[in-house]
Nanobody, 124 residues
Framework: QMQLVESGGGLVQPGGSLRLSCAAS????????MGWFRQAPGKEREFVGA????????NYAYSVKGRFTISRDNAKNTVYLQMNSLKPEDTAVYYC?????????????????WGQGTQVTVSL
């Protein structure tokens, strides 16, 4: 079993930045591709970004491309989501997830382990 714990969420003004972290334990972190998803109240879970096992490949949702950057540190068992130029529509609970295959999938059904989520609120 892999445990994932997100942190770094909070309240930020439009145009601001946040960096989310997701710490993994219980399994060999470098054996998993990682992804970030988000879910706003009343909406379906939405893909944000994904990164391959080595970090060589990334994939982003169109809505965040150019503003968000996903990265990982396999030595620290941690994946990050740097979020810049935040907009009110980015408000959601953000989840990290782990995929056993080496891909950068945008489908939440392909991820095997999930964290509990961290709230991001973008508002004045």
């Amino acid at each position: 079993q892999m445990q994932l714990v997100e942190s770094g969420g909070g309240l930020v003004q439009p145009g601001g930045s946040l960096r989310l972290s997701c710490a993994a334990s219980g399994r060999t972190f470098s054996s998993y591709s990682m992804g970030w998803f988000r879910q706003a109240p009343g909406k379906e879970r939405e893909f944000v970004g994904a990164i391959s096992k080595s970090g060589a490949r990334t994939n982003y949702a169109y809505s965040v491309k150019g503003r968000f950057t996903i990265s990982r540190d396999n030595a620290k068992n941690t994946v990050y989501l740097q979020m810049n130029s935040l907009k009110p529509e980015d408000t959601a609970v953000y989840y990290c997830a782990a995929d056993t295959l080496d891909r950068v999938s945008s489908s939440w059904t392909r991820f095997d382990y999930w964290g509990q989520g961290t709230q991001v609120t973008v508002s004045l």
